[in-house]
């Protein structure tokens, strides 16, 4: 959701209560934000400034960022005009989304001056400023730029100060109500109401345009061609409302995040609660908009790790993968090939019994068969050979080919249960919901040697994956659910913690996850439990977009695991097979069993 005029607002609000604190440090963790300590009122505080092209804000946090060994330039400046200065004043351009933060500081030598901070949130073209008060001269910025970028201004060390265009249309919160309805009549009446709003406006961003039409009752309305004098009425009734909530500062900040989704993942945020937004979107309260705003971010960063890790496991997955693949391939060819081994026997036998009709020097030599004399054996020779070398010969490559079919085929099922185990791997890894799920399987992963061994994070990656829980589900008849997360914790459920009664599920020949129904006392299991398991246990596997997947179960007492066999891994018999379609269902909390 765009950092809109309201959510400035908002978030100046917030920042009121650091009017007269002491800066005291200054970070700059990336080319487009700037961190700021201050000291008031016997706490600390954190102000956050980001003219990021896509994320631009102004918040307080209680978060530290990383930063860079060596500071930026820009960082560089701040600290010699602003540490130890005291924040003034902090107030936004009226209709814009330009702050300013005036201090008082002093000069090299101790000669009281005042600078100001100006953040311009304005999408691609956001900046930071710093500029000297009383000339209103550019000390300098966090993106420079001359005419030859924009022909409006330079932001320039040394250039006096100008501020972004303004709009030509009209300022929403500025708006006289007898010109609502000259605007929006002589605009395009094609438009649906909420693009009608910002195309003869400025100010409105598309989340609050659409928020006022929703609340005057128009979002129903695919274009303004039957706008009229009510509908016009109710329009200027909720922008008036709109003004009074933003001139008293009477905010609700709001995290917007689809129902039931896991992980949680915020959608966005909005200093007010939303009516124009989908049924299934549930709208989390906050006590200030700065700490929506933490939440929000906080969220998607971990998000962001959660991802590139991901990622990262996949392609290591993925390459191992490809090399079983190839191995598996070329050892099947190879079996194939040693599948000769009988014909390199039959024309070892077949030299030795006719000896005499071979001459010396033949290259080749066609013989009767045993079992068809009628029909003849063409066999090659070596003409330096005699028959019974020859015969030798063929014995020894006869011999040699059934060694080697032995070898390859031990090999190939080594490799194919190699394979087998790298894939549900893949299937845990696509299960993985967080950052602790995603350290079980690299865990996992380091232990079978896909990923370096991390040595200073073992003990604490262990500890994580030792003590996640398994997912939580109930059937809609009542009998609880359990689902393993990873390899070691299927294991684990199905070892260890299942009952020897209890139901194993899993889907058959398919990597997934381990499934345990388990048996409540004085109650048979039902058809639709088994069925509701089968289809949880369909989805959590790699098979959840197929129509129909067969899954397997049978009590925990007849699931084994072989000893040396890996994790994830085991063995079951006198099961059943149902033939379902994949569904997740609503888990319950994550508790130990």
Same mark, same amino acid.
């Given at each position: 959701m765009p950092f809109d005029n309201i959510c400035l607002a908002a978030a100046v609000k917030d920042c009121q209560t650091l009017i007269g604190a002491k800066l005291t440090k200054i970070y700059q963790p990336d080319k487009y934000t700037v961190l700021l300590r201050l000291y008031g009122e016997g706490k600390q505080h954190r102000l956050l400034l980001c003219a990021n092209p896509q994320d631009g804000r102004l918040q307080t946090t209680q978060f530290n960022a990383e930063n860079p060994a060596k500071p930026p330039l820009f960082c560089m400046v701040l600290r010699k005009h602003l540490e130890n200065a005291r924040l003034l004043k902090l107030q936004q351009t009226p209709g814009e989304r330009i702050v300013r933060l005036d201090f008082a500081a002093h000069d090299e030598i101790g000669t009281p001056t005042a600078r100001t901070l100006v953040l311009e949130i304005m999408g691609k073209h956001s900046n930071l400023l710093l500029l000297d008060t009383p000339s209103g001269q550019i000390i300098d910025a966090a993106r420079r730029y001359s005419h030859n970028v924009s022909r409006h201004r330079e932001v320039l060390p040394g250039v006096t100060y100008l501020a972004p265009p303004a709009s030509e249309r009209p300022d929403w919160q500025r708006l006289e109500?007898?010109? $609502?309805?000259?605007?929006?009549?002589? @605009?395009?009446? /094609?438009?649906?109401?909420?693009?009608?709003?910002? /195309?003869?406006?400025?100010?409105?961003? %598309?989340? $609050?345009?659409?928020?006022? +039409? +929703?609340?005057?009752? =128009?979002?129903?309305?695919?274009? +303004?061609?039957?706008?009229?004098?009510?509908? #016009?009425?109710?329009?200027?009734?909720?922008?008036?409302?709109? *003004?009074? #909530?933003?001139?008293? @500062?009477?905010?609700?900040?709001? =995290?917007? *995040?689809?129902t039931n989704s896991r992980p949680a993942a915020y959608l966005g945020f909005y200093p007010l609660p939303l009516l124009a937004v989908e049924s299934n979107i549930e709208q989390q309260e906050f006590t200030d908009f700065s700490s929506a705003l933490d939440c929000f971010y906080q969220s998607r960063l971990l998000q962001q790790s959660f991802n590139a890790e991901q990622h990262q496991l996949a392609k290591l997955l993925n390459k191992e993968e490809q090399r079983l693949h190839k191995k598996i391939k070329l050892q099947t060819a190879d079996l194939q090939a040693a599948g000769n081994a009988e014909q390199y026997k039959n024309a070892g036998e077949l030299l030795t019994a006719y000896l005499h009709l071979v001459q010396p020097g033949q290259k080749q030599v066609e013989l009767p068969s045993f079992y068809d004399p009628e029909q003849l054996t063409c066999i090659k020779l070596r003409p330096?050979? %005699?028959?019974?070398?020859?015969?030798? *010969?063929?014995?020894?490559?006869?011999?040699?080919?059934?060694?080697?079919?032995?070898? #390859?085929?031990?090999?190939?099922? $080594?490799? *194919?249960?190699?394979?087998?185990?790298?894939? %549900?791997?893949q299937a845990a890894l696509a299960e993985a919901e967080d950052l602790t799920d995603l350290q079980a399987v690299s865990q996992e992963m380091q232990t079978a040697g896909y990923q370096k061994r991390h040595p200073t994070n073992q003990k604490q990656n262990k500890l994580n994956a030792g003590s996640l829980p398994p997912r939580r589900y109930q059937t809609s008849d009542g009998f609880t659910l359990l689902l393993g997360r990873n390899n070691r914790q299927n294991d684990r459920l199905s070892t260890k913690m299942a009952a020897p009664d209890d139901i194993w599920l899993h889907t058959q020949k398919i990597p997934g996850s381990h499934v345990i129904l388990k048996r409540e006392a004085g109650r048979d299991f039902t058809e639709t439990a088994l069925r509701e398991a089968a289809a949880l246990a369909a989805y959590h596997s790699q098979a959840r977009q197929a129509d129909k997947v067969p899954v397997d179960y049978t009590e925990v007492h007849n699931v084994k695991k072989p000893n040396g066999a890996r994790p994830g891994m085991v063995i079951y018999f006198e099961q059943q097979t149902l033939y379902v379609q994949p569904r997740e269902l609503t888990p319950c909390e994550d508790t130990e069993d």
């Open positions: 109500p007898e010109k $609502l309805a000259e605007l929006l009549l002589n @605009g395009n009446l /094609s438009l649906p109401p909420a693009r009608l709003l910002q /195309s003869t406006m400025a100010g409105l961003s %598309s989340q $609050l345009a659409a928020e006022i +039409c +929703c609340r005057a009752g =128009l979002q129903e309305l695919n274009n +303004c061609e039957q706008l009229g004098e009510y509908e #016009i009425n109710r329009l200027d009734q909720q922008l008036q409302k709109m *003004r009074q #909530i933003l001139a008293e @500062g009477r905010f609700q900040p709001v =995290l917007l *995040r689809q330096e050979l %005699s028959a019974a070398e020859n015969a030798k *010969r063929y014995f020894h490559r006869y011999n040699k080919a059934k060694n080697a079919e032995k070898q #390859i085929t031990r090999q190939l099922e $080594l490799n *194919r249960a190699e394979y087998d185990y790298v894939q %549900s791997l």
